[in-house]
């Protein structure tokens, strides 16, 4: 027995040592340029969305920027062609006007549009995204299905009406901003965090059936970021929340974030967590220790429904 571990704990140890050293040297590499190549962002008009639009764009990216909100994305538009005139050889932005819970055919519509800027797609970043505040007890099944709507059919429809040109193409690239609730259900935001799972789940499915077309998918599972995520979620009755929570208030910066998607489109990284010390412990504690997840979560759940009482 101790013959067998004595062979066994250097093997570990090495393997972990080769493993980190393969991470380090991925890291320090550039990675694939994104220059020329068509890059699609969804919810581009405000929050991460914007902040990836000016990233990409600065790497000299074509971009096709979508949102419900025309006026709001010609701000944005205006702005990455603003700093153009000082620098050569940049592209202005396409833009494709839809509304991600409509029905499967309209989003169908928008993709043959986006496809028409182009005539390919090389990334596509599934961006928009809206939350959820209330309880299970008082939310409308109504807003259940309009949240997975917008989160995870709008998105996947869109998806499967893009993928028929790259496999045709044996060539690009699927990004899901997800969350870190596609992970671990968090009380009082059972729509989000539903949708968010079943992301995480399709995606997952995905990666794996694109990798004989030479497709990759990267999921994306960010914390807390400061945006109006909050302010523009809905409630039980559909209603807008308009609260901006201290946590997200406090949350990462959206062009921090912005950069690490950009890394990841880089890197073709499968999946990228994004998360602090104690959030990404929990991930792991609700695989390995279920029990003290759902304790903390009952305690969490308490404690939002005793400040709302009060
Ligand atoms: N903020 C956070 O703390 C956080 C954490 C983890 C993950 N995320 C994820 O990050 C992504 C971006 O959110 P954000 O934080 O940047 O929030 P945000 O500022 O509210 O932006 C949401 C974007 O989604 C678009 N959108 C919403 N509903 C849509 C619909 N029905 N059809 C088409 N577009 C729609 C909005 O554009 P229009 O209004 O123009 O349609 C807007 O550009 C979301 O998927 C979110 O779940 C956010
Ligand atoms: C939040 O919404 C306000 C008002 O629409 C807008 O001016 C601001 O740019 C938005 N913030 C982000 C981070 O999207």
Not at 91 to 102: A, E, G, K
Request: with cysteine; net charge positive; charged share 20%.
């Amino acid at each position: 027995m101790e013959r067998v571990m004595g062979g066994v704990v250097p093997l570990v140890l090495g393997g972990l040592g080769l493993v980190l050293l393969y991470r380090l040297l991925q890291r320090l590499q550039q990675g694939a340029t994104i220059q020329d190549t068509v890059v699609v962002i969804t919810g581009a008009s405000s929050g991460l969305g914007r902040e990836c639009a000016r990233v990409f764009h600065a790497a000299k990216a074509r971009l096709v920027l979508c949102g419900r909100d025309r006026a709001r994305l010609q701000d944005i538009v205006q702005e990455l062609t603003a700093a153009d005139s000082q620098r050569q050889q940049m592209y202005t932005p396409c833009m494709v006007i839809f509304d991600l819970s409509d029905t499967a055919e309209m989003v169908a519509m928008a993709a043959k549009e986006i496809l028409s800027c182009y005539g390919h797609v090389d990334v596509l970043i599934n961006n928009a995204g809206i939350s959820h505040r209330g309880n299970i007890l008082e939310t409308h099944i109504s807003v259940q299905r309009d949240v997975m709507d917008t989160n995870y059919f709008g998105p996947i429809a869109l998806t499967q009406a893009l993928l028929p040109s790259m496999v045709r193409r044996r060539s690009g690239h699927v990004v899901v901003i997800s969350s870190i609730q596609g992970k671990i259900a968090i009380p009082y935001r059972s729509a989000y965090a539903a949708s968010k799972h079943a992301t995480q789940a399709y995606f997952d499915c995905l990666r794996a059936e694109m990798e004989r077309y030479n497709i990759q998918v990267t999921v994306v599972s960010p914390g807390y970021i400061r945006t109006n995520l909050s302010l523009n979620a809905v409630t039980w009755d559909g209603s807008k929340y308009g609260v901006l929570d201290k946590t997200t208030a406090l949350g990462r910066e959206p062009k921090d974030v912005a950069q690490e998607v950009l890394k990841a489109v880089r890197h073709r990284s499968k999946e990228v967590l994004l998360a602090g010390p104690l959030p990404t412990l929990a991930v792991y504690i609700r695989t390995l220790c279920p029990a003290l997840f759902f304790k903390v979560m009952a305690s969490r759940a308490r404690k939002e429904q005793k400040s709302k009482d009060e």
